[in-house]
């Protein structure tokens, strides 16, 4: 019974030691759970690089491709301010220049010949004087809008340019046939007076 005490202090020692490797062994599994979890967090944050730098490369490829519409947009836009040579040599320009020119023409020549037309009292010359020149202004001022339309900077479409310019003609044709049927009338009513006078002559003989 003397030797427990003795068995029982040497015994404590070795259970103390028996104890030790349990402890290693917890602590090194806690280290490889730890190792595993950085493990997981360093795919992730590569994971997550990956992403960012994918993204960024998107980024920088929408900001080029908007660049490049910006300027594509800018051309555009500057080509809309000018009148293309299609336009401003077009048979509708050339019609329109056309037009002015006959009707200065024709507003010369009517000016001239009614003037000395005999059997017109001086009323309806002078009327028609004043038709023939409010004539001459109307087409000035169409000519100008004309060149405006074509040499403006504002944003217009070649298409819608020539339509305009078509409308102006449109106009310049009613001013030149107006002229033409204005002195055609007078002629006429010159013509029918000095053939009332002849008659009434003949009637006198």
Known sequence: MKLTPIILSLLVPLGLFAQIPVTDVATNAS??????????????????????????KLMEKNNNDTSKSRKILKEELEAKKQAPKYVTLSTDVNLTMDLKSKIIEAYRTSKQTVQVL??????????????????????????????????TKAIILPEERLKKVNDINRQLETILDNLIAYNHKLFQINSLRKARGTLINMNKD
């Open 31 to 56: 280290v490889g759970v730890v190792n595993s979890q950085l493990i997981n967090i360093n795919v992730q944050l590569k994971a997550v690089n990956n992403s960012l730098s994918h993204l960024i």
């Open 118 to 151: 005999e059997y017109l009292d001086r009323k309806e010359t002078n009327d028609f004087i004043g038709h023939a020149v409010n004539a001459i202004l109307d087409t000035k001022n169409l000519y100008k809008q004309c060149n405006d339309i074509l040499n």
